[in-house]
């Protein structure tokens, strides 16, 4: 069976330091994995995806994740947070069969 | 913005009393899903449709039943609510899947009391 961990369930930060959210997998299967951003009050919103190739993969909005099977890991990280990065973080995989699996959350507070 | 609405937004019921929930979506995406967020655990998936009339359990669906009759809405209820299923209820839908890209309703907040 598939299954997500969330290392961190709250990250506190300063406002323009670097963060790293860490995500781990467990899986015997080729993997899909997904990071997804819930703001205040609000639904689930995709961050960014890993499907295959580039094992680096971008957002929009400055954050990256990088693909290490050898480590089982899907980590997202932003080199400078701002205040309205505040949110809770998913991370998620996929067998591609229709169905995620969610890890815990982490919920990342960016301070002035 | 992929097109799915959630109704109702906010629902405060009794125990023992059924719930129904909507899905509704405006693309006619063949997958579609409902999940409940609970503190400390993320989101777990209650049940999934693959097209209409076509639906599967998903991690805790015990409690929960699910019809789809129509490409566009999915429906979740709850035949006997309890206090257990004080939650909020995301549906989603999937995009070019599989592998699937699922994006996210703007969820339902449930009080049972």
């Known amino acids: 069976a598939q299954s997500v961990t969330q290392l961190d369930s709250q990250v506190p930060v300063f406002e323009e330091a670097p963060v790293e959210l860490r995500c781990n997998y467990s899986?015997?299967?080729?993997?899909?994995l997904f990071w997804y951003v819930q703001y205040p009050n609000q639904g689930l919103q995709l961050l960014l995806k890993?499907?295959?190739?580039?094992?680096l993969v971008e957002s929009i909005n400055g954050f990256e994740a990088e693909f290490n099977k050898s480590q089982t890991s899907f980590h997202l990280r932003k080199p400078s947070v701002h205040i309205s990065d505040t949110a809770e973080y998913f991370c998620a995989v996929s067998d591609g069969r229709g169905k995620l699996i969610f890890g815990q959350g982490t919920e990342l507070s960016v301070k002035p | 913005d992929a097109g799915i609405t959630q109704s109702p937004r906010h629902k405060v019921t009794e125990t023992g009393t059924p719930v129904t929930l909507r899905c509704h979506q405006t693309e006619n995406h063949r997958y579609m899903y409902w999940y409940r967020q609970d503190p400390g655990h993320g989101l777990r998936l209650i049940h999934y449709s693959y097209g209409v009339k076509d639906t599967d359990k998903g991690e805790v669906s015990d409690g929960y039943s699910v019809s789809r009759s129509k490409t566009e809405d999915f429906l979740l209820t709850l035949e006997s609510a309890t206090s257990s299923q004080t939650s909020v209820y995301f549906c989603a839908i999937s995009v070019q899947g599989p592998p699937e890209t699922q994006y996210f309703g703007p969820g339902t907040r449930l009080l049972v009391l």
């Open positions: 899986s015997s299967v080729s993997v899909y």
């Open positions: 890993y499907l295959s190739g580039s094992t």
